[in-house]
């Protein structure tokens, strides 16, 4: 890590996830068409041990994006395009445990707001239950990735919840001076 490095913000950590979110869905759409081959072509069934393994392998592959990227420099591709890196708070790169154990709490976080989602407007409840109701679920479901990720904004070292978790910081490099074209 640079000596001039300093926390990121969170619209900038937004930015490089928004670029790394490209790169998963390209993952995914690609990795996700690889079981078709053992299955003729035919679509997964949704609710059985085959459709279960699926979903694992496709949050694995999601998963791995991030953690394989952490290890193996401290930033994904989307962090490098915004000269973000994650390491411990003495500047050291993070190991696989670690990178594990910060991918975990965001995991369960989106997992509740995809639940909230479900459960708001897809479920047999969502279709006799107001908007209120269901808005209200989905805001409910949506709360701990809010708060988990909103106290970047407070903490003083701008650090989300899976970052104190696993004792990890993002951090802005500064811009490398340009190399001289005398030189």
Request: glycine letters at 10%; charged letters at 15%.
């Amino acid at each position: 890590m640079s000596q001039h490095a300093y926390p990121a913000s969170l619209t900038v950590r937004i930015l490089a996830f928004v670029y790394d979110l490209m790169l998963v869905i390209a993952i995914l759409l690609i990795g996700g068409a690889l079981p078709l081959v053992f299955t003729g072509g035919d679509a997964i069934e949704p609710g059985t041990v085959a459709g279960f393994l699926y979903q694992l392998y496709l949050l694995l592959l999601t998963g791995g994006f991030f953690v394989f990227f952490w290890v193996r420099g401290g930033q994904t591709l989307g962090m490098k395009t915004w000269r973000l890196r994650v390491v411990h708070p003495d500047g050291q790169l993070i190991g696989v445990r670690t990178a594990l154990v910060r991918i975990l709490l965001p995991a369960i976080g989106w997992a509740l707001v995809f639940a909230g989602l479900y459960w708001a407007y897809f479920s047999d409840w969502s279709q006799v239950q107001s908007r209120g109701s269901q808005h209200f679920t989905l805001l409910l479901a949506s709360l701990p990735l809010v708060l988990m990720f909103g106290w970047i904004r407070v903490d003083e070292w701008r650090r989300g919840w899976h970052d104190r978790l696993a004792n990890t910081l993002v951090v802005r490099e500064p811009k490398r001076p340009k190399a001289d074209p005398a030189d």
